[in-house]
């Protein structure tokens, strides 16, 4: 790297740590994820981040190695797959694309607004009916699917936390109805337990603050990974995931954090938030860049309640805010 460049990055891990040194206050205003009870065990004090940019940046500070389920955050996956497989025009008859008031695990506007469609595909009653379109015969074929394109992204074969998934497992009641009620109401094709199967092993796949960054810096690339240069994304289907980002991937406090952050995001539950800036003139990543953060300690929403300070000073102090 050359000497201006490399001082340039110094500076920048500098304000990196600095902003998480400034945020780790918060999470003891929020609490870990209790309802799964592998989650319950999370460190809430941790708190980390991860930055690549496409113009070859590679940022870290705090816990940005620990390991945590993508949880939710995995939605995106399914429906790329999805998308890729039956292309927008199709996936979207069984699911919408529009932003809910709602939390994210909620049945009752399925019974009386949309038809018995879900709202989007980034609440659990649409990732769930997403999950049920991925090609295979069984909920081991479908993931496949996933698997194969994390694998092509992170560059080494991604593993399901056990412990996280039985834990789910067993717990997953809520998820159950929801899919018991989608397949009555014929959103849901095939084997309902597959499908819920498929669902929560997804949701348990583990990652660290930089498999999230590379991953958002190949959507920010219009999904080119940034360094084989391999199109695994097709550039409509990257569109059509940062736009549901932005609307709709922080729960129902999306329209709140679309103020404050204005950053593509998607969180989980677990801690994690996977977010893609496109990036300008004013900020270190003129390019764009893809942000992995961790802070388990969750707001009321369901969000990382550090996390999402962290992001508000990428968006203010590099000007991140797509408006």
């Not at 292309?87 to 049945?107: K, L, M, Q």
């Not at 056990?162 to 084997?191: C, H, P, Q, W």
């Not at 950053?263 to 989980?268: D, L, M, N, R, T």
């Not at 390019?287 to 969750?298: D, E, K, R, T």
Request: charged share 20%.
């Amino acid at each position: 790297m050359p000497f201006e460049e490399q001082a340039k990055q110094e500076i920048l891990n500098k304000q990196l740590h600095s902003w998480v040194d400034q945020c780790k206050s918060y999470t003891s205003q929020g609490k870990v994820a209790s309802y799964i009870p592998a989650l319950a065990r999370a460190e809430q004090k941790d708190l980390g981040i991860s930055i690549i940019g496409l113009n070859g940046l590679h940022l870290s500070a705090g816990d940005f190695k620990a390991p945590f389920t993508l949880q939710s955050i995995s939605k995106i996956f399914g429906l790329i797959v999805a998308l890729e497989v039956h292309g927008s025009d199709y996936v979207f008859t069984r699911v919408g694309a529009e932003p809910t008031g709602d939390p994210f695990n909620s049945i009752a506007r399925l019974e009386t607004v949309q038809a018995d469609k879900p709202f989007n595909p980034l609440i659990n009653s649409g990732a769930i009916t997403v999950c049920s379109l991925l090609p295979g015969s069984s909920s081991e074929e479908k993931l496949e699917s996933i698997m194969k394109l994390l694998e092509n992204i992170l560059g080494r074969q991604p593993v399901i936390n056990e412990e996280v998934y039985l834990s789910e497992m067993e717990t997953g009641d809520r998820n159950r109805s929801l899919g018991y009620f989608l397949k009555d109401a014929g959103m849901i094709e095939g084997d309902v337990e597959e499908t819920l199967t498929l669902y929560f092993k997804m949701c348990a796949i583990e990652v660290n603050c930089l498999d999230l960054s590379l991953i958002g810096v190949t959507l920010a690339n219009n999904g080119s990974h940034p360094d084989s240069k391999e199109q695994l994304i097709s550039t409509q289907v990257c569109r059509i995931i940062k736009t549901l980002m932005f609307t709709c991937g922080m729960y129902n406090a999306s329209g709140k954090y679309a103020v404050q952050v204005g950053i593509p995001s998607k969180s989980g539950v677990s801690g994690g938030i996977l977010a893609v800036a496109s990036g300008n003139k004013l900020s270190p990543m003129p390019f764009g860049c893809g942000i992995g953060v961790y802070g388990p300690a969750l707001d009321e929403y369901g969000n990382s309640i550090a996390g999402v300070e962290l992001l508000k000073y990428v968006s203010e102090e590099w000007n991140a805010h797509v408006f």
